[in-house]
């Protein structure tokens, strides 16, 4: 017989078993519902902006690409690139003014990636107008990726790298110095056909918050 039971009589017994049943499942309820609270914190949704003129097969392969690693994404109707974004000098489109203008929406459940197949360009240290092929905010909601510097034959998937780039660079990724890695620096080249996957450190971080990688 052990201590307890010695100590206890039998009545007071049973209900100190049902008291110390009760609060474990008190408890495990409560760990449950922490950890559910967590998941949906982090669960957030990637809205496809499409901008006129980007070909609808490079929308559908990004967003298929993008829900092997992440399923809760959505395609936005097309609409125009907004006008005070159009930068006169060079034929193209102020990311900045892009991501401003993408930045506007208040949803805060959402990451927006707007793609496009015009020319963007971003200021780049002493160069006022430099072209690139996407830009993202570090972490942030939203960011662009571009087709217009893209190699032609390998459109798509190049399209697709640079999206889940900016798309890390939202999730609070910067640069990474592994060559295949998609964080990799692009340096004003396009090095998409090197990039194969996320490297183990950048797969980590996005794993924390729910992509399946
Ligand atoms: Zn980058
Ligand atoms: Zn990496």
Known sequence: MSILKALIPKKLMFNYLTITF??????????????????????????????????????????????SFYPKVVVLPKINLPKQAYYKP???????????FLRQSK????????????????????????????????PGKVCVASTFR???????????????????HTQGLPHCKQTHCFMRDAEGKNPTNEEKEFCKDCKKLLQKKGWKL
Do not use: M
Not at 22 to 50: H, M, N, P, V, W
Not at 111 to 135: P, R, W
């Open 107 to 138: 949803a805060d459940d959402y990451v927006f990636i707007g793609l496009t197949n015009k020319d963007i360009s971003n200021t780049k240290g002493s160069v006022k107008d430099f072209g690139v092929l996407g830009l993202g905010y570090c």
């Open 22 to 67: 009760l609060l474990t499942l008190c408890f495990s309820g409560l760990i449950y519902c922490t950890q559910k609270d967590r998941k949906t914190e982090s669960s957030i949704t990637i809205a496809i902006q499409t901008f006129t003129g980007i070909p609808e097969q490079d929308v559908v392969y990004v967003e298929q690409k993008i829900k």
């Open 90 to 100: 060079r034929n193209r489109y102020r990311a900045d003014s892009i991501l401003a």
């Open 150 to 168: 893209l190699d032609k034959k390998a459109r798509q998937e190049q399209l697709f790298k640079v999206a889940i780039h900016e798309l890390g």
